[in-house]
C-alpha cells in the first residue's frame, strides 16, 4: 500500500527541547515536502527536497532543519523549538514536483511546545 | 508567484442542499489547481485536480469543480450535500508538473445539518 508515514503522530516537548520528526515513503518518490497547518493560515510549506541530497526553503523555514540522506526518508528537525512552532506538520511526496502526479500526504504530527 | 482566495472560513448548509465552495487563484503560469478534503483528525485526501483538458473536473463523493480562467476561479460544488462532507476543504495551486509548493488558500470549513 503506497503510504507517507510519519512520527511521531502527536508529541508535547518543552522549549528547547531538540526534536525530530520522521518521514518515510514507500513509493520511491523524488520530490518530498514538509508543510505546517495552523488555523487561519492554511498549510504553509516548511521545507522540500527534489531528489536525494538536494534540499530548499519553503515559504516558513526559520526554525527547522531538514535532510535528504535517502529517498525514502525525509526527516524534519526542530533544533530548539519554541512556542510558535506549536502546529499540525505534514509530511508529502510526489514522483516529480506538485503538478501533474499524485501528491500523497502523511497523517499528520501534532506538535505542541510548552 | 501563485496565491489562492478561498471566499468564506465557513460555510453551513442543510442536508441534500448544494453546496459551493469559492476559489479564486493568481498565476502568472497556467495553473494546475486543487481541491483537498481533510476530516477531523486526519490527514489530507485528494478530492479533484486540474491539469489540461476539460475545465469540468469530476472528483470522489460526487464533487466537481470548474476551471474559469476568464474569471481566475475553480468552484468546488456538489449538487447535494451529505452529513458526512462535514470537513475542511482547500484549495491549492501549483505552476506545473515539476513544481516545487503546493500553494494552499487558508480553508473552508463544511458543516451540513440535518
Known amino acids: 500500500e503506497a503510504q507517507v508515514t510519519q512520527n511521531p503522530r502527536y508529541l508535547i516537548t518543552v522549549t528547547g527541547k531538540k526534536l525530530t520528526v520522521t518521514c518515510s515513503q514507500n513509493m520511491n518518490h523524488e520530490y518530498m515536502s514538509w508543510y505546517r497547518q495552523d488555523p487561519g493560515l492554511g498549510l504553509r510549506q516548511i521545507y522540500y527536497s527534489m531528489n536525494v541530497e538536494v534540499t530548499d526553503k519553503g515559504d516558513v523555514p526559520e526554525g527547522y532543519k531538514v535532510s535528504r540522506k535517502e529517498k525514502r526518508n525525509f526527516p524534519l528537525i526542530l533544533e530548539s523549538p519554541s512556542p510558535n512552532q506549536t502546529s499540525l506538520y505534514f509530511c508529502?511526496?510526489?514522483?516529480?514536483?506538485?503538478?501533474?502526479?499524485?501528491?500523497?500526504f502523511g497523517e499528520g504530527s501534532w506538535l505542541t511546545v510548552v | 508567484a501563485q496565491s489562492v482566495t478561498q471566499l468564506g472560513s465557513h460555510v453551513s448548509v442543510s442536508e441534500g442542499a448544494l453546496v459551493l465552495l469559492r476559489c479564486n487563484y493568481s498565476?502568472?503560469?497556467?495553473?494546475?489547481l486543487f481541491w483537498y478534503v481533510q476530516y477531523p483528525n486526519q490527514g489530507l485526501q485528494l478530492l479533484l485536480k486540474?491539469?489540461?483538458?476539460?475545465?469540468l473536473v469530476k472528483g470522489i463523493n460526487g464533487f466537481e469543480a470548474e476551471f474559469k480562467k476568464s474569471e481566475t476561479s475553480f468552484h468546488l460544488t456538489k449538487p447535494s450535500a451529505h452529513m458526512s462532507d462535514a470537513a475542511e476543504y482547500f484549495c491549492a495551486v501549483t505552476a506545473n508538473q515539476a513544481g516545487t509548493a503546493l500553494i494552499f488558500g487558508k480553508g473552508t470549513t463544511l458543516s451540513v445539518s440535518s
Open positions: 498565476s502568472s503560469v497556467p495553473p494546475y
Open positions: 486540474y491539469t489540461t483538458g476539460a475545465t
Open positions: 508529502a511526496s510526489s514522483r516529480t514536483g506538485t503538478g501533474g502526479n499524485t501528491i500523497y
